[in-house]
């Protein structure tokens, strides 16, 4: 159990995020809830976790605006994790896309998540704590009409490895998990026959749960990776390797 310490979840109100959240909550770890418009989902979350009998502070921020990610880190004291769960994606011809849409890929999956951890970084540090960036089996692969969320997943990886380099001395780990299809609203905008011919192509045959991805940052939060940093730990079911 993690009583007593404090747990930064971005994008709380996802399918991951939450799944996230109730699996750290259900350990008990303390959060720090982020959401960007989502509120009735963040509200739900909070009523269905008082019973953990921990602390709950949901954060309100658009990160695809620095500005606000900066600004949501001011309102956090003690600090023993950061879990980067906020993201987007976008489909479309690479000749398609437009620059407002790669600006905020840019911004939620990256900068952000950037500036907020340099500005978290002193309290992480008082604490040896560790940083999880949820990236994606495209950052480590690529996925054709995905090629600018492909690139700012695997710019997380990277960013990951430098940083975990660069703080190892000082016992903060950074890591990141990379799923595959992950069974969430992120997904919904695919048609039954498109699911059916990705799962063909799975191993396992189906998606992930959300609880999967949440079960690989439990452990890289814990003690029990205490060694471990640098990783990008694949929950993929098979599909990349």
């Not at 690529?142 to 990886?157: F, R």
């Amino acid at each position: 159990m993690q009583k007593g310490k404090y747990v930064l979840i971005t994008g709380a109100s996802g399918g991951i995020g939450q799944a996230v959240a109730r699996k750290l909550a259900s350990l008990g770890w303390n959060l720090y809830l982020h959401y960007h418009s989502n509120e009735e989902e963040i509200q739900a979350l909070v009523k269905e976790l008082r019973n953990e009998k921990i602390d709950i502070i949901s954060l309100k921020a658009d990160l695809s605006r620095p500005v606000e990610a900066v600004h949501l880190t001011k309102h956090i004291h003690t600090l023993h994790s950061i879990v980067h769960c906020s993201g987007t994606a976008q489909y479309s011809l690479f000749q398609d896309i437009k620059e407002q849409e790669m600006d905020t890929l840019w911004n939620v999956h990256m900068k952000s998540p950037m500036m907020m951890t340099q500005s978290l970084l002193p309290k992480l540090l008082a604490t040896k704590g560790s940083i999880v960036i949820i990236s994606s089996i495209w950052g480590q692969t690529g996925a054709a009409c995905e090629v600018v969320y492909s690139s700012v997943k695997g710019a997380q990886i990277s960013f990951v490895k430098a940083l975990a380099k660069e703080l190892g001395r000082s016992e903060v780990r950074v890591n990141a998990v990379a799923p595959g299809v992950v069974d969430t609203n992120m997904i919904s905008g695919f048609s039954e026959s498109e699911k059916m011919e990705m799962k063909e192509d799975i191993p396992f045959g189906r998606f992930a749960y959300p609880s999967e991805t949440a079960d690989a940052v439990a452990y890289l939060v814990s003690d029990q990776s205490s060694y471990i940093t640098g990783q990008v730990l694949g929950v993929n079911g098979g599909w990349y390797m």
